[in-house]
Nanobody
């Protein structure tokens, strides 16, 4: 089992920044992908960013809507992942979830095995 705990959400004005954290504990795998998803009010959960590391190195992927504004990073030794969110827009308002899977980066939520409880991000205009 893997446990994920998100933190760092809150209320911010448009143009502002927030940094989300996701702390992982429990079983680890040799090739792990960790991702951020978000669910805006009344909408489906959507992919935001993901990071993968294995013997060959590290790779990242971003949704087009956040490229150039959000940065995903991780500290493997601390089993922690972050999402730095800059130039926030009202449309970024959502509950943000971190998730993990054993394998490469995927952009489909259903391919992730473990999820955190979510943290609310609200961007005011």
């Amino acid at each position: 089992q893997v446990q994920l705990v998100e933190s760092g959400g809150g209320l911010v004005q448009a143009g502002g920044s927030l940094r989300l954290s996701c702390a992982a504990s429990g079983r680890t795998f040799s090739s792990v992908a960790m991702g951020w998803f978000r669910q805006p009010p009344g909408k489906e959960r959507e992919f935001v960013a993901a990071i993968n590391w294995n013997w060959s190195g590290e790779s990242t992927d971003y949704a087009d809507s956040v490229k150039g504004r959000f940065t995903i990073s991780r500290d493997k030794a601390k089993n922690t992942m972050w999402l730095q969110m800059n130039s926030l827009k009202p449309e970024d308002t959502a509950v943000y979830y971190c998730a993990t899977r054993n394998g490469p980066v995927m952009t489909v939520a259903g391919r992730y095995d473990y999820w955190g409880q979510g943290t609310q991000v609200t961007v005011s205009s």
